[in-house]
């Protein structure tokens, strides 16, 4: 029983010494090396189309990512909070609910051959109530395919709710370009 008891005193005489003599730093005065690590945020900035007198504007605007929900959830606040004066929106009685892409082919005769050109079909589902405006569908599609012109090649807007859930069918933005405001070339 000697044994763990001289064992312990040695510890604590070892612990003791170790505190008196300190680890061997030198303390040190407060260094100041600037400001704290900041993370920069550089927004990524997209074109939307609003209204005015009912034609198709771009703005540029800023988005957190260029995902097509991030772009159609900012046409809707852009829309909301024109950062132009002047500019409207069709879809100011409406809300983006969600967006769906499904694969899309231009050639419906061999769907499963692989030299398809394969591009993308983007669903834009949103809800309100009234009827969707032509300058509504103008304002998605044409917004879509301004920035995401080589993937997304077709864009359908549905109506979900409130009433019967409507779509508008397969929609490029070259069918709206007599909404075109003067001057403006709309993508395809």
Known sequence: MRRPARARWFACLLA???????????PTD?????????ISYS???VTVYLL???RLEPVKVPVVSDSAKNIIDTLFRAGKQPPKAGLTS???????????????????DQRNEPDDNLGYRLNVIITGEG????????????????NKQESIWSVEVTRLFPGTP???GDRGCF???????????LPP
Request: net charge neutral; glycine share 8%.
């Open 43 to 45: 927004p990524t900035w």
């Open 52 to 54: 005015r007198d009912g």
């Open 166 to 168: 409507e779509t508008m």
């Open 131 to 146: 009827k969707v405006t032509k300058e509504a569908l103008a304002q998605i599609t044409c917004t879509i395919r301004q």
């Open 16 to 26: 003791a010494a170790l505190a008196l003599c300190g680890c061997g730093i030198s």
């Open 175 to 185: 069918e709206y370009r007599n909404l075109a405001a003067p001057g403006v070339r």
């Open 90 to 108: 069709a879809l100011n009685d409406f809300s983006h609910y969600d967006t769906k892409t499904t694969r899309y082919s231009d050639n419906t």
């Open 30 to 38: 407060v260094q100041d090396y600037g400001g704290p690590p900041v």
